[in-house]
């Protein structure tokens, strides 16, 4: 088995959930941080959640979550398993105001 850390990012994250990440067939990922920029001058809420495997159902890790004003929020205080086919998307309550890093091990 193989092990490699990376990270995934978005820009300007809006009111559409934007896809982080999905995690290829065959591998484990370990989610060991995500850290939230909020871009604006006025707060905004944001909100993380992983699709388990092509099941439309959202099981969130962070929702609604405040960061003021041109700030950030580190949204992990542990580690979350990711699964093969399982999707990770964030989205914020205004428009082009948020960027996301996820960092991770990769396990294949």
């Known amino acids: ?3 490699t ?7 300007q994250v809006g009111t559409s959930e934007s896809l982080v990440v999905t995690v290829a067939g065959s591998t484990q990922t370990v989610a060991v941080g995500i850290n939230l920029a909020n ?5 905004i809420t944001a909100s993380v959640y992983i699709e388990r495997g092509g099941s439309n159902v959202d099981y ?3 929702k609604d979550a405040p960061i003021p004003a041109q700030s950030a929020l580190s949204v992990l ?3 979350v398993i990711l699964m093969a086919a399982d999707k990770l998307y964030v989205k914020s309550s205004a ?13 294949t």
């Open 1 to 3: 088995m193989a092990n």
């Open 5 to 11: 850390f990376k990270s995934y990012m978005v820009r």
């Open 39 to 43: 871009l604006l001058g006025t707060q």
């Open 60 to 62: 969130h890790i962070v």
């Open 77 to 79: 205080d542990g580690k």
């Open 95 to 107: 428009s082009t105001s948020l960027d996301a890093i996820l960092s991770v091990l990769e396990i």
